[in-house]
């Protein structure tokens, strides 16, 4: 059974279960989860989605013309312009080898192909390493306006609701005003806070919150850090230190190096996440706002283009809007109107 019907039968069973009011706390928690990107992904579906079911309809068999409007499609969708590429070759081969010459079944294979472009054969996973042996350490990276902070806040949330102690650690001492923000944030989450003054080392402010998380017993340390510096190289060697420092005092640290991506800025974010990915070892990807576009396929080009998965979707405001990326649902609630 390909994807497009795995999935669809799989949230049929969820809104059967729904529907005759079984309380079981895991899947009432499922099922607002897909609430959650069914709400939080209405722009795209409604984008690029219904581009794809009008196109669905507008040709009864499949024909050059229709796979170059496809392209155009997709392409607009930001999933990129190599990876569509790509993907329309393998969608022809299979199409023929298939003798599939029908539009709408051949918007089930779409779906099928977009999965297995994610996927790739990979054992993915959107779980966050932990230390067995101490605290876990995650540091956050991306350039100024993506929402970083308040990311930084709401996986703050998430693991004090998991009944973890949390330190926010402020080495973004380069940008007016940050360290004062994450500190505000601490306060309205209810979890630790270390920062020093702006213009202080990020490495000693770093050395130094990681010795309070181990003198005082945190679970999980997150780690903000500078969007920018002078220039590239400048930027490299300050998280290298970082990095040394925290790999010094806790064993196996920074365990995740997590970058955050506006999605609203598109290929531009690419383009930012291929940059981060030279200067420094990136473990995952944060999509922010991914509610505020009709162009759903980032989450698509960004791991097609930058071979690290997505462990994040930011799907609104509130803080259970940031959701653990889930390959399926992020399919069925892209698709759903098609299934």
């Not at 576009?293 to 960004?302: D, E, R, S, Y």
Request: charged share 30%; proline share 2%; with cysteine.
């Amino acid at each position: 059974m390909g994807i497009f019907n795995r999935i669809k039968d799989m949230f049929k069973t969820e809104k059967a279960t729904e529907e005759t009011s079984i309380k079981e706390e895991k899947i009432d928690k499922k099922i607002e989860e897909v609430k959650v990107y069914e709400k939080g992904l209405t722009k795209s579906r409604e984008g690029f989605v219904s581009k794809l079911a009008n196109l669905t309809n507008k040709y009864r068999t499949i024909n050059d013309q229709y796979f170059d409007e496809l392209e155009e499609i997709l392409i607009m969708a930001d999933i990129g312009v190599n990876t569509v590429m790509d993907f329309i070759d393998r969608l022809k081969i299979r199409a023929s080898k298939e003798k599939i010459d029908d539009p709408k079944i051949l918007k089930e294979v779409i779906v099928d192909e977009l999965f297995i472009i994610y996927v790739n054969d990979e054992v993915l996973t959107n779980k966050i390493n932990t230390n067995p042996n101490g605290p876990t350490v995650v540091l956050f990276v991306g350039v100024n306006g993506v929402g970083k902070t308040t990311t930084i806040a709401k996986i703050a949330h998430k693991y004090k609701e998991e009944g973890k102690k949390v330190l926010l650690v402020g080495a973004d001492t380069f940008r007016a005003g940050a360290v004062s923000q994450l500190d505000e944030w601490a306060d309205k989450v209810g979890v630790g806070f270390y920062g020093k003054e702006q213009g202080s080392d990020p490495a000693s402010v770093v050395y130094d919150g990681c010795e309070k998380a181990l003198k005082e017993d945190y679970d999980v340390v997150l780690i903000d850090t500078a969007g920018r510096l002078q220039n590239k190289v400048n930027l490299m060697k300050e998280l290298e230190k970082i990095n040394r420092v925290i790999g010094g005092i806790i064993e196996g640290g920074p365990h995740e190096t997590l970058l955050v991506v506006d999605a609203t800025t598109g290929q531009n974010g690419i383009s930012q996440a291929n940059s981060f990915k030279e200067i420094t070892n990136i473990t995952g990807i944060i999509l922010t706002k991914l509610d505020g576009t009709a162009k759903g396929g980032i989450v698509l080009a960004i791991k097609e283009s930058v071979g690290i998965p997505v462990k994040y979707i930011g799907l609104g405001e509130k803080a259970d809007d940031l959701q653990a990326f889930d390959i399926e649902k992020y399919i069925y609630g892209l698709f759903k109107d098609m299934m």
